[in-house]
T-cell receptor, first 110, second 116 residues
Framework: QQPVQSPQAVILREGEDAVINCSSS?????VHWYRQKHGEAPVFLMI?????EQKGHEKISASFNEKKQQSSLYLTASQLSYSGTYFC???????????FGTGTRLKVLA | EAQVTQNPRYLITVTGKKLTVTCSQN?????MSWYRQDPGLGLRQIYY???????DKGDVPEGYKVSRKEKRNFPLILESPSPNQTSLYFC???FGTGGRVGGEQFFGPGTRLTVL
């Protein structure tokens, strides 16, 4: 079952902040965040593991609430280059499958 | 340059004509995976491989086959393509499984397949 992302779409002005949420109905082992620009392949942003370990890019931060099976991606001081579709991907406990959400379209305007 | 390559990038075929989409990575990654991407549905995993000769089904494996005879290659085979397999396909690889920090996936450029 795919994780649910919210919002489905968001429009920002440069410099504004955004939060994208990802919620799962299954127990999570890890949460992954990717950004995809139109016509391109997804690009890795962040991975968060059960237990608190995380790895990602400097200007992106995220949280992982293991009890609620939720993750949030925080985009601060957004830039035009942040535009794209953001996907969360989950790996549930006991499996090695990746299951991606349906995406959040983010548009940053000048 | 570290990369995942896929071929072909674009393919138009007819129903029932067997085809193979190749995927190769040069990063010595153990984990490889195939996804299809359809509007509104996001990325859905077709098959994945933990290592050579070890493969398993993802969420949408029907109509597809894979093999992993070498660590660097993970071809996707459509034995009898149908129009509902028209989609954008991505191959990806990662150092470890999703449970490890090295689980960052590197995606290939994509293959746009149209089945008439």
């Amino acid at each position: 079952q795919q994780p649910v992302q919210s919002p489905q779409a968001v429009i920002l002005r440069e410099g504004e902040d955004a939060v994208i949420n990802c919620s799962s109905s299954k127990a999570l082992y890890s949460v992954h965040w990717y950004r995809q620009k139109h016509g391109e392949a997804p690009v890795f942003l962040m991975i968060l593991l059960k237990g608190g370990e995380q790895k990602g890019h400097e200007k992106i931060s995220a949280s992982f609430n293991e009890k609620k099976q939720q993750s949030s991606l925080y985009l601060t001081a957004s830039q035009l280059s942040y535009s794209g579709t953001y996907f969360c991907g989950i790996v549930t406990s006991g499996t090695y499958k990746y299951i991606f959400g349906t995406g959040t379209r983010l548009k940053v305007l000048a | 340059e570290a990369q995942v390559t896929q071929n072909p990038r674009y393919l138009i075929t007819v129903t029932g004509k067997k085809l193979t989409v190749t995927c190769s990575q040069n990063m010595n990654h153990e984990y490889m995976s195939w996804y299809r991407q359809d509007p509104g549905l996001g990325l859905r995993q077709i098959y994945y491989s933990m290592n050579v000769e070890v493969t398993d089904k993802g969420d949408v494996p029907e109509g597809y086959k894979v093999s992993r005879k070498e660590k660097r290659n993970f071809p996707l085979i459509l034995e009898s393509p149908s129009p509902n397999q028209t989609s954008l396909y991505f191959c990806a690889s990662s150092f470890g499984t999703g449970g490890r920090v090295g689980g960052e996936q590197f995606f290939g450029p994509g293959t746009r397949l149209t089945v008439l």
